[in-house]
């Protein structure tokens, strides 16, 4: 049977094309090549940004949350891309990433963060997912590459942007699959870890959204479904395979405060 299903796999990789995920070591099926993920990703960054309230206007926050993301981008499975980590304003509590680099954290996400580590393991989840291509793929079978591309020919016709803004908020409500958020999970971690951050940020952050999660529903994990056990496999896999890395890791309750929190206010 597996082999069964490894003929017909490599068979549509001769018509369609075949890429590694970098994170599973596994061959998947991919029917476009990456230059068009960063050309969807570039193209649509902006009418996502503004459908999740626009950025924060404050350069320190900004440059802040940036200086996190590109750290941990800078030590993933594909540290070229041209990453862009960007605070918006929206109220919800959630983490958007778009295909080629694009990365958006809400405030209502940051407000119920209390460290850089924490920060560190969103930012890096979602990193996993740019690479993994799960958002490419999720794109794919939800929406359809063709015509996220060719609605970005048009849009500078009033009817091209309506359409452009459906498309935006399509993107908004893509779901990934269990198996992607585990992959990107352990896969985030590692690149926290690599970056030099206390891999229990990503637990403490996790352990946050169940707990929001328990007294309504969050945006995040609804486009983010979370696997069963994930505090458990996430808390496992600090001590199996970064206890001795914890020690001098960066947690930086401190700078989270200075430079987001308090810029927030309440
Ligand atoms: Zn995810």
Do not use: W
């Not at 490419?136 to 060719?150: D, F, T, V």
């Not at 609605?151 to 399509?170: C, P, V």
């Not at 269990?178 to 590692?190: K, N, S, W, Y």
């Amino acid at each position: 049977m597996a082999r069964k299903i490894s003929i017909l796999i490599c068979g549509l990789c001769l018509v369609g094309g075949c890429a590694v995920n970098p994170l599973t070591g596994e061959e998947e099926l991919m029917f476009f090549p990456e230059q068009q993920d960063i050309e969807i990703g570039k193209g649509y960054a902006p009418e996502v940004e503004k459908q999740l309230g626009g950025r924060i206007e404050n350069d320190a926050l900004q440059n802040y949350v940036d200086s996190v993301g590109q750290r941990v981008a800078r030590v993933s499975h594909k540290p070229n891309f041209d990453y862009h980590f960007v605070a918006v304003n929206d109220k919800s509590i959630n983490a958007v990433a778009l295909p080629g680099g694009y990365v958006f954290i809400t405030q209502g996400m940051l407000k119920k963060l209390t460290s850089e580590a924490q920060l560190a393991g969103v930012l890096a989840h979602e990193t996993a997912h740019i690479v993994a291509r799960d958002v490419s793929n999720a794109m794919s079978k939800q929406i359809g590459i063709e015509l996220l591309l060719s609605q970005l020919a048009s849009r500078t016709s009033s009817q091209g942007a309506i359409i452009l803004a459906d498309l935006a908020n399509q993107i908004l409500s893509l779901r990934f699959s269990r198996d992607d958020e585990r992959t990107a999970d352990l896969g985030g971690m590692d690149y926290m870890v690599r970056a030099g951050y206390d891999p229990m940020g990503m637990v403490e952050t996790m352990q946050m959204l169940e707990d929001e999660h328990s007294v309504r529903p969050i945006e995040f994990l609804s486009s983010h479904p979370s696997p069963d056990n994930r505090i458990a496999y996430l808390r496992q896999r600090t001590q199996t395979h970064y206890f001795n890395s914890r020690e001098n890791s960066i947690v930086a309750r401190e700078d989270y405060q200075k430079y987001v929190l308090n810029q927030l206010g309440d």
